[in-house]
């Protein structure tokens, strides 16, 4: 039975293990430090915005092939803002 989400702890939240192109890692904790967040809530912030910015409107069908653009030129435009 699932847990509701206004019960959920951290641990419970939903999960994903995610594979990062090499050097990527890093240059996502170089981001998350720079705004004084955990790799976890840069990459749900950048998630979010991608998201929200993107595909506002777009409702439950979104092309996923669309939203994973979204979300990679959004992630590519935050690491060279690190660089």
């Given at each position: ?22 050097g990527?890692r ?58």
């Amino acid at each position: 039975m699932e847990t509701p989400k206004s019960e959920r702890t951290p641990q419970a939240a939903d999960k994903y293990v995610l594979r990062l192109p090499d050097g990527m890692r890093d240059k996502l904790a170089e981001l998350a430090k720079s705004n004084n967040r955990s790799m976890n809530a840069e990459i749900v912030q950048i998630l979010h915005l991608a998201l929200d910015g993107r595909h506002a409107g777009a409702g439950c069908g979104a092309d996923v092939a669309a939203l994973a653009d979204a979300i990679a030129e959004r992630v590519a435009l935050k690491l060279k803002n690190v660089e």
